[in-house]
Structures are given as structure tokens and as C-alpha cells.
């Protein structure tokens, strides 16, 4: 025991890393653990098979034994872009740990994507600690602060989107980088130069664009803090351990120097990629921005939801919530109010009151925009005039922000109320924790009484859980906290208060996550039997894109197919607008892939022939390619195969290449009912052609009498 006790003093940080990481992986133990041997397993739902674990699977099949990214994804709504598909995060850096593992163990299921998100979670809370001890917070609290905001309900709500974790993890490193590299030490300013690039590769190619985009609002504000000494010091929490002058710190002309490098190699590294995408959704039916109605879909979320998100989460929407814990919430209304009486009575640490409202300002301006539609102030002039911002949707989710600051904040009221050991100031804190639990419960039983309660909430919980757990929990956390101040009183500033909130954290730190756990690890996911699909390493049949040349596809609400039977059907607001629009118009629904509506859909025969959900057949040789009706364009390759002995025999297709050998005694036109693109060329017998679309959204070439070897080829 001694000789533990030893190294942990010795190695204090390593020992932390070690705890957080064995505390994350307890926590979410439910979704990378098989309990296959004694019981059901745990799977995720809503969109996490449907746009993430397949074309995971699909990126590392390719990449693990065909050697060479895949491009072009034939298999869903008759073709999209697969690398510029941001739900691919084709360039994401720790997809090379992924491609290992897949190769290793010949597979990969969906567990193991739910314990690569579960990973996230954990760099996101590591990457916390890590930023919080850059200023200077003290190790046990930086612990807590990481632990309680890493597993909130924003956090485990991710686990459905497994690219947005990722994307979030990298914001405090980011943050991380930007400490370092404004330091004097050359050193230490080059590897805040690394840290910060990289960190900001793997946010911009981890596959959610949303969180690169609110990213500016956190990274750009929190830049120009730290650049002037006046805010900077505000951020800090012990300035002993930072020098009272910060002399440590390089001026603003090189800070920003450093911080453009940083710019310059993340603009050289992902601005093509980005470009990329960019381009993509300009082609993407609903994603091209100018739409109001677009872009308030899912932004039911106002002041109910702020402040459920905060103290009760039964009047919150899941989109946005970030609840933290009930004892969290009181440690920092604690801390808000010991700040006012400060300094209204003792008429001093004004330093925390501007702390607290730039924390506040930064914090109003950015749920202010979550609120979307019922913004007040910033919402409307920012979709108007600010570059991208008409684009997305959802906005609640824009919430993710707010998580380090919350960080902070907690960090900040913790150091600030363990220093409290004489008896006005036990007393001050006393009463501050009494009126913050006063006025939590007193809105606790307001938004309880006024039965505002989210959908999403009776959802998460089935069997139904109980909304009056949240009205009674926070009594537990003030009676550990009034135990606490007490004991620091009583301690009288011998120091040995720093022991004693250690304690007092490893009591509320169970506490915090059994709150918060309760709903939290419910979140879009049910327990199934162990023998399903989930716990089941899968892997692509070899060879499949040529088998599905002539195999029916299907039409149905879907994306990425990992067999042979290829998807042309497609899925609300996703997919080439050229390709929704030819659907509309055949199967006369507007908007088709709503399957919020239920409509049954019936596809007319011809167009099925036309899409190969007869036989796979997606390859004709007509003699004209502007036809407007697809009955006409069936009629004339029918009447051309007849009449001009017309041969078709493909001998090579991967997905991003197919190659073609036509015969034919007349010239005519090789149509491939493969979505256009602009990246997609032709060549026939080694030459380059015009590759021209039918129907305004497949590819055709044409071709003169004769045998022809036509190569479609994709390419970046």
C-alpha cells in the first residue's frame, strides 16, 4: 500500500489519466462491453447504423484489403460521393488505429463502433482535464470538473453520432494547443503549434461539419482572451503557479503569429477537403443553404430547455441538453452568489465577478442562437448575413460549446469555495448555498407544476422514470456541501482542507454520476439479445460491387448497403438534388424519403427496370440519351438490341471504376444509371469522352458502331 501510495504522489498526473479513464470506461461500460456470456447487449439506435457504423464498416473493408480509399459509394440512392461525404470522416486521423484493428480481428461490429464513440467521450473528458490543469487548476478539481461535464447528458446523447464525439473531443485540445504555443518557451510554443493543428485536423475530418462550424464561436472568442493579459489572467485559476507578471507569456505580435502558422497548416491540410464538401452540399438536395424553414427544423428550444438543461432535464429537448448533475449546478450558483456578496460587502475579488460575467456574456450570446426560431436578439441577423450560417439546422445542438466553459465555471466555483475556512466566509458560502437550492427548487417544482415535460423524455425512459427524483436530489448535495464548509471552518486554515475536499469530491463525484447516469445512459439505445447482429463482426462479400451489377437493387428508406443488393431509394433532406427531383417526378410525392409520413411509395414498373430492381441491369445502349419519359428511352434500347446485335459486357467495376467492352453495328449512347458527378470522367478505347447525363442526373457517353471499351472513372 505504501509503495502505491509512493508512486502516486511520484506520477499524480499519470495516476489522474488513469482514474479518468477507468472512471469513463466503467460509466459507459453498457455500450463496449458484451455481456454476451450472462445476458442482452446494448444497441444504439436512431442514426448511428444508418449513417455511421455502415459506412465505417464499408471505409475500413476498402481500405484494410482493397489498399486504396474509397471514393464513390454505388450502393446508396444510386450513387453519392463517399469521400467527400462528411458522415465518412474518410481523412480521420485514428481511422489507421481502426483499419488495424479490422485487419487484426477480420471485422467489425457495431459494439466495437459504440466503444470507438465510448473513446471519444473519453478523449473529450482527457482533453478537459488536460486544459483545465494548463490553467492552473488544481488536480483533484480538474479531475471532477472533466469527470462531471465529460458524462453529461450532451455527452451520452452523442453516442448516436459517433463522428460527433469524435468532433467534440478535439475542442480542448485545441484549447490546449492554444496555452501552449502563446507561451515564451520555444518549446513549449512548438508543440502548442503541433497540438493546436492537429487537434483541429482531427475536429475538421472526424465527419460532423456542424461542430467545426460553431467551433469559431468558442475558439475564436477564447483566442482573444487569452491574447491580452488583463482577460487572460481572469482565466486562471492559482496565479501563483503562473507567475504574478505572466512574464511567461510572448506578446500579442507573435501569439498571433504563432496562431496564423497554426491557421495556415490546418487551411493547407483540410481546405481542399473542406472545398470538397462545400461543393458536395451544393449539389445535396436541402443542404445548399437560402432556406429559413430548413433551417429551423429541430429548434424547438427556448428558456424551458436552458433551464431545464440546468436543474431539471425533464423540461428539456434532447437535441440540446447538457445537465450535469444537481451538485454541480449548486457548486457554481454557490460560487455566483459567495462572488456578489464579496463584493458588495467585503469590496473585493472583483475578479471573479468579471470572470463570471464574460463566462455569462459568452454563455447568453451562444443559447441565444440555440434557440433558433424563437431567438430574440442574434439568430435572425446571423442567418442573413453570416457566411455558412444559413446552411445548417438544429441548432440546440450548438450546445456542445457550452460544455468547457461549464467546465470552467465548475472548476472555478470548486477552488473558490475549498479556500473558505474562516467563519464570516463559511457563513457567506452557507447562505449562498441556501438561497441556489432555494431557487432551484423552487423552479424544479415551477416547470414541474406547469407540466412541461419533453417528448424525449418519456422516450429515454421505459419503464417511465420518475420526474420527482429531480425535485429531492439536490438535498443530498447540500447536505454533503454544508457538511463540507463546516469541516473547513472547523479546520481553521491549517490546510488540511485541501484533504478534506478531496473527500468530499469522491463522495459527490458517485453522486453526480448516478444523477446523471439515470437518464443520461439511456439515451437512444435498447437492450437486445446477445446473439444479435450487434456483437457480430461483419465484413463486405468480396468482389460484391461487380455481383450487384447483376443483382435487383432495392427501394427503401436507406442509406450505405453493406450486400449486394444496392439502395436507390433515399432518405429525407440527403442526396443529390438532380436524383431527388427524377424521383419526385416518377413517383409523383414530392419530398420523397419522408418516412415521418408513411407514404407507401409505389415506383412505376419502367422506372424500376430503369434503376435495376428487376434484374441489377443498370447498363443500355440507346440511339438518342434526351429523352424526357423513361418509357421512351426503354423502347429505343430495346429496339436498338434487336436491331443492331448490341453487346454489353462490364469486366471490371470497384465501386469507383467501371470497365465496359460494347459491340454494337450502329453508334449510339452507353448510358450507366449511375448518378452524375463532376468529378466522374469517361474514356472509350484509352481516350478521354464527353460524359454527358440522362435524364439529368445519370451518365451516358456516346459511342461510334463497333466493339468500344468504355472505363467510367471517379476520382478527387
Partial sequence: MKSVIDFIKRHPNSCAVLFLFIGCAIYLSRYWCS????????????????????NKLYLLDVLANEYRLPLWSPSEAAGY?????????????????????????????????????????????LGLFVWLRSLSVSLTIALFASMAVGTSFKMTEL?????????????????????????????????????????????????????LYYSQFLIVPYVLLMLFPPTRSLLFTEKKEWGDSQTQFIDFKNGTFRLLIVLGIFLLSCGPYLWKISALMAMTQDRGGGDFNFAIIGSEWDWHDIVGSWIYPP?????????????????????????????????????????????????????????????????????????AFSGLRVWPRMSIILLPLLALLLARALTRLQAVYKLSATLFSLAALGVAYAFVLATQRFLYDSGYHSRYFGYFNNPPFPRE???TLGAVSVFILACYFFMVMLDKGRDRYRGLTLVTLLLLLPLNMIDVGRVGLLQWGSWVDAKSQISQRQSRPKGVNFTALSTPRIFTYDTLQIGSNFNVGRIANWYF??????????????????????????????????????????LFFTQRADYQEVADFLNDHDKTATSFKVSI??????????????????????????????????????RKSKLERLFGTFKTVALTAGENRVRFKYKM
Fill in 35 to 54: 455481456f454476451s456470456f450472462c445476458g442482452p447487449v446494448y444497441a444504439l439506435g436512431n442514426d448511428f447504423d444508418l449513417l455511421y457504423y455502415r
Fill in 81 to 125: 460521393p463517399f469521400y467527400s461525404n462528411p458522415f465518412n470522416a474518410v481523412f480521420y486521423p485514428l481511422n489507421l488505429l481502426l483499419v488495424i484493428f479490422y485487419k487484426i480481428f477480420g471485422g467489425y461490429s457495431m459494439l466495437d463502433h459504440q466503444s470507438f464513440a465510448a473513446f471519444g467521450i473519453f478523449l473529450f473528458a
Fill in 159 to 211: 453516442m448516436r453520432f459517433p463522428n460527433a464525439i469524435h468532433a467534440a473531443a478535439w475542442l480542448p485540445w485545441i484549447m490546449v494547443g492554444i496555452n501552449l504555443l502563446l507561451q515564451k518557451e520555444k518549446l513549449q510554443g512548438r508543440k502548442g503549434v503541433a497540438l493546436a493543428s492537429f487537434a483541429s485536423i482531427c475536429l475538421a475530418t472526424a465527419g460532423y461539419p456542424y461542430y
Fill in 315 to 387: 423540461a428539456a429537448m434532447a437535441e440540446g441538453w447538457y445537465y450535469f448533475g444537481l451538485c454541480s449546478c449548486l457548486l457554481i450558483l454557490t460560487y455566483f452568489l459567495r462572488s456578489i456578496i464579496n463584493a458588495l460587502t467585503l469590496r473585493k475579488n472583483f475578479s471573479d465577478l468579471f470572470f463570471i460575467a464574460i463566462i455569462a456574456l459568452w454563455f447568453w450570446f451562444i443559447s441565444d442562437i440555440t434557440m433558433g426560431a424563437a431567438s430574440k436578439l442574434f439568430f435572425k441577423p446571423m442567418w442573413k448575413h453570416w457566411p
Fill in 469 to 471: 427524483w429531480y425535485l
Fill in 577 to 618: 438534388s438532380n436524383y431527388t427531383g427524377f424521383l419526385s417526378i416518377q413517383t409523383k410525392i414530392d419530398n420523397i424519403g419522408m418516412h415521418e409520413n408513411n407514404i407507401k411509395i409505389e415506383v412505376p414498373a419502367e422506372t424500376k427496370r430503369l434503376l435495376g430492381m428487376v434484374d441489377g441491369s443498370r
Fill in 649 to 686: 459486357v462490364p469486366t471490371r467495376y470497384n465501386g469507383d471504376i467501371l470497365e465496359v467492352t460494347v459491340k454494337s453495328d450502329a453508334g449510339g449512347y452507353l448510358s450507366f444509371i449511375d448518378n452524375w458527378d463532376p468529378r466522374w470522367s469517361v474514356f472509350v478505347n484509352d
